[in-house]
């Protein structure tokens, strides 16, 4: 069956039949960058907490970046409205739901402990509070997932190790750890020590690089902390060489179009390289970053991509078949298998 007839997804009934109900894997999301306004009031209202926004509206005119920096000061002073385990459950259950509706069947979730425990809530009221929903998630949304532990690059190399200890209690639920904000200037070299700590307890390893910073942060990354995914990696296209040795090597990369065009990394969705990379031979990956404050989630940065590069539902579903084999799912787990099969089986149609 062809159109909106057809009967894809993961429940038989009848959904969405573009790039949005395709499945795919979130590879790249930062949970806290899912806080939409709507919930920021009400959990400051039941936090007592003040936000210097006068209602949801005004919160969403704020969100004009002019790049990195801009968008994480915001994206850090949100988050004081976050403060006990079911604020972060409720954050997780809400961008679960939201992730189901476009064809998310995997996610691998980002959070920045440093941002919270600075503000005196413990890693592991955050870490039980994201788990009460991600162990009910399979369940509730047909999503698989993961828990990625970033560390905060513009603090210091001892506080990342300080956070890597403090979560040790909790390792069970973690799969591996990430490296995010401010990116020029916090080289990956940095962080050596605390990845290869990581490494030894068994934790798999990703890096933000090539964001806003220079391709020799992703070599840094490769070489230095060892990391099997680069989280962005956009600016590797400045560099042949690098280009060839990712193809090589069959590196993932983990893009967010519209969070590049919101972060002023390029001016417009139709200069986005993502069609040169996908030329060039690169694994790369559709992702949303931040959805709550970049103008969308997973499926709508698909959505994007096709509409503003012309990307052909085969490219389509290349990038979705990418997102699976770029997850930390188990080779033989199967997961794996029978993700891989429904993007086989998946019928585009008009939405
Ligand atoms: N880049 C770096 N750090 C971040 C981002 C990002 O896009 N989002 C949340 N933390
Ligand atoms: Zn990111």
Redesign the pocket.
Known sequence: MHGPTGSNGPTGLTGPTGPTGLPKAELHL?I??TLEPELAFALAARNGVTLPYADTAALREAYRFSD?QS??DL?YGLMAVLRTAEDFTELTDAYLGRAAAQGVRHAEIFF?PQAHTARGVPVGTVIEGLSASLERSEERYGISTRLIMCFLRDESAESALATLEAAKPHLDRITGVGL??A?VGHPPAKFREVYEAAAALGLRRVA?AG?EGPAAYIREALDVLGVERID?GLRCMEDPELVERLVRERVPLTL?PL?NVR?RAIDVLADHPLRAMMAAGLLVTVNS??PAYFGGYVGDNFDGVRDALGLTPEQLRELARNSFEASFLDDDEPRRARYLSEVEAYEFGAE
């Open positions: 930062h806290e960058g990195l968008f994480l994206y920045d995010d904000s990116e933000h964001e962005h967010c969070s972060l970053d931040d």
